[in-house]
């Protein structure tokens, strides 16, 4: 097993007197379903590359069920 240390990086917070790590999860995008919003998600991705965000990915990226198992 390797340990490693991480320094993430803070910027200045726009409510707090403090800096802080901006984080946004990525989570049950379920593309390819439809009304899934992929200009939303690639707004909010643009968004947080531009103020030096990390992303957390959570699962349920593709919607591989089909539509009889939907109902």
Not at 8 to 21: A, G, N, T, Y
Not at 41 to 52: A, C, Q, S
Request: proline residues 6%; negative net charge.
């Amino acid at each position: 097993m390797e340990v490693a240390t991480f320094e993430p990086q803070v910027v200045d917070s726009h409510f707090f007197p403090m800096k802080e790590v901006r984080i946004i999860p990525i989570c049950d995008t379920h593309i390819g379903a439809q009304g899934a919003d992929l200009d939303r998600l690639k707004k909010t991705i643009l968004w947080g590359v531009e103020h030096d965000c990390y992303f957390i990915g959570l699962g349920d990226y593709f919607d591989v069920a089909s539509p009889s198992n939907r109902r």
